[in-house]
């Protein structure tokens, strides 16, 4: 209550002062109108030339003074020039300030000519002179309320000359807590990563610590100004200080800095912050600016599918399959077995889990090809694994284009052998994780996750185990993305080859689409394709261009972005469900989470189709393609 009463008398003693100042400022414009017209010089003055000014001249004033003043008082305050934020003043305050004194001095002329022509024996002023006085009061009234930017602006820039000269990057902080003062004073205190840097002013959107400061340095309201903050104060970095912003906030915030030409840097979530306190300063990447709300799953039903259960995913060393690991391990499973072919990437997550987890976790590692029959039989033999997460797979587009027949081995019949498998001894549950590309696939290895889908659905009719697919788009950061592309040829100076300007993709970070997918196999339906929401798609060549900014280049100027045109088998856009599908679609979980029912098929045939596509794969895979086609009618290749 205190504070509120304060601010009102503050806000009193502003306008009181205000009004004052007008009263003063309107008069005085008036008088010096005077001078100007008859030869500058005010009667009595020493040198002056006192008959140039008669003393009707001074009659009129005082009557014209007298009704100027309040006229002044009332429109003013009709335009609410008494309450208005002069700091954020625009050019729109421009003209109602022109239109408010054009008001005021239309009274005074019309006060004259209908009023005081009578009283002072028909002595009227000249129509020039109330021109020279409205736009005296115009420039006063201009400086009164925004002079001080001007004067302040030309410290700045001395300030700035000082600062380029010295070297130092000129910092934005937005944030204006705990962590934001922790970066000022890191700042100011020259403090490690910090030394090369001058903190200049600090945003944030708590209106009630606008124009306070922190260790000298200058808070201003309003995140939406860093824009016009980043450019008015000659900015080189901003550092997003607010580790506790939702992800939402963080994601309005960033696509505001990402669209100045500054470096970018952030203090990470308080989620991410461990013993080494709120100093820890990292690069923004691309996932800040993809930022959605943090999906919520429920914990309690993947725990009852994975505590206490002895859990198999292949490609287990992959992006995707080692993020599975590390959350599934998080539930407690029985045993963890990372199946992956190459051995580099499953040892590294087999060392990073035993390192956070120690002996708590029960976990193997078993290198081999999904491919091999017989080394996936002796690892079901072996542990009966309970629930299977299948992310083997060939997945690079273009180069699947030249080799269809590798991509058909693994992709196709490798699912298969897992799938068998699992059929065979009795898994609980099996997921595939498959992708948008299968959806009217103009590739063979979108064709072939297709046909992985149809597997599934297949076995799901006849078996004791729960089979079902995760579709989802491209997950950021994973291995072969064009993330660590643009980001490798960033590193050499360009240029960034964007394939087409109007192409869009799907975009997941790789721990949300872990999360929706562990959440998928606990909704417990059989035999259904789960489509994750992706939200909206993102255009590459947007994307290529924010993570030149982020890493402090200008596109186009410091990096070039070439355009090279759609390679083999890639689509301008990609879709998360087949037209057949559309009238099925049912939102499983939360709005995050849609289902799709199995599409109509001839089992016999499909396995037919199935064993001749087997044969092609070895004996003759220039028949492959028409194989596929017959199999996924939707299948339509480059050129046809």
């Avoid at 995760?470 to 072969?480: A, C």
């Avoid at 982020?550 to 037209?579: A, H, N, V, W």
Wanted: proline share 4%; net charge neutral.
């Amino acid at each position: 209550m205190s504070r509120s009463s304060d601010a009102a008398r503050e806000q009193k003693r502003r306008m009181l002062l205000y009004a004052l100042l007008d009263i003063v400022l309107i008069n005085l414009s008036i008088v010096i109108s005077i001078c100007l017209w008859y030869g500058g010089t005010i009667p009595g003055l020493p040198g002056g030339q006192g008959v140039n000014i008669s003393a009707e001249v001074w009659q009129w004033y005082s009557y014209a003074a007298l009704f100027a003043t309040p006229v002044c008082l009332i429109i003013y305050g009709v335009f609410r020039f008494y309450s208005n934020l002069w700091k954020y003043a625009t050019i729109d305050d421009v003209y109602k300030i022109i239109v408010a004194d054009t008001l005021i001095f239309a009274f005074v002329w019309l006060f004259s000519r209908y009023v005081l022509v009578n009283v002072i024996n028909g002595f009227e002023l000249p129509k020039r002179l109330i021109l020279v006085a409205w736009i005296t009061d115009i420039v006063f009234f201009l400086f009164s309320r925004s002079g001080y930017r001007l004067i302040k602006r030309t410290f700045i820039n001395i300030e700035h000359s000082f600062s380029r000269k010295g070297g130092l990057k000129r910092v934005l902080i937005v944030g204006a807590g705990y962590a934001g003062y922790n970066v000022v004073r890191s700042i100011i205190n020259g403090e490690k990563g910090y030394e090369d840097r001058i903190a200049v002013i600090v945003a944030d959107d708590d209106y009630t610590k606008n124009n306070t400061n922190i260790m000298g340095v200058r808070v201003t309201y309003d995140t939406a100004n860093i824009p016009r903050l980043a450019q008015e104060y000659e900015i080189d970095e901003i550092i997003v200080a607010i580790p506790s912003a939702t992800n939402v906030q963080v994601k309005r915030i960033m696509d505001l800095c990402s669209s100045t030409d500054c470096t970018l840097k952030m203090i990470p979530p308080l989620s991410d912050i461990s013993d080494g306190g709120y100093q820890i300063l990292r690069d923004v990447n691309i996932t800040d600016l993809l930022f959605r709300d943090e999906v919520k799953i429920d914990v309690k039903s993947i725990s009852d599918y994975i505590k206490d259960k002895t859990v198999l995913v292949t490609g287990g060393g992959g992006s995707i399959g080692s993020e599975l690991c590390r959350q599934i391990a998080a539930f407690e499973p029985k045993l963890l077995i990372i199946f992956d072919v190459y051995e580099n990437n499953a040892y590294e997550l087999y060392s990073e889990l035993r390192s956070k987890y120690g002996d708590t976790l029960d976990m193997v590692v078993r290198i081999g090809s999904v491919r091999d029959i017989n080394c996936i039989e002796r690892v079901f033999e072996e542990y009966h694994p309970q629930v299977i997460f299948h992310a083997a797979a060939h997945k690079h587009v273009p180069l699947m284009e030249y080799v269809p027949a590798e991509a058909v081995k693994n992709n196709v019949f490798g699912t298969l052998n897992v799938v068998k498998c699992a059929d065979k001894y009795k898994s609980e549950r099996f997921v595939l994780l498959s992708t948008d590309k299968a959806v009217n696939p103009t590739n063979v290895m979108g064709a072939t996750k297709r046909i992985t889908e149809l597997i599934i659905q297949e076995y799901a009719n006849h078996s004791d185990t729960k089979f079902v697919a995760v579709r989802f788009g491209n997950v950021l950061g994973s291995n072969g993305s064009v993330i660590p592309l643009f980001r490798k040829q960033i590193k050499t100076g360009g240029p960034v080859t964007v394939t087409h300007k109007d192409m869009t993709r799907f975009f997941m970070t790789i721990p949300e689409a872990c999360r929706l997918v562990l959440q998928a196999v606990g909704l417990g339906q059989n035999g259904r394709i789960f489509v994750l929401d992706m939200g909206e798609p993102v255009k590459i060549d947007e994307l290529a261009r924010n993570l030149i900014k982020l890493s402090g280049f200008i596109p186009d100027k410091d990096i070039k972005i070439e355009y090279t045109g759609l390679r083999p088998g890639e689509k301008l856009y990609e879709e998360l469900i087949m037209d057949e599908e559309k009238d099925s679609v049912q939102v499983a979980y939360n709005n995050k989470i849609f289902v799709a029912k199995p599409v109509q098929m001839d089992y016999d045939e499909f396995n037919r189709q199935l064993d001749r596509l087997y044969k092609a794969a070895f004996d003759s895979p220039e028949s492959i393609r028409g194989i596929i086609k017959e199999i996924v009618p939707n299948f339509h290749p480059e050129g046809e």
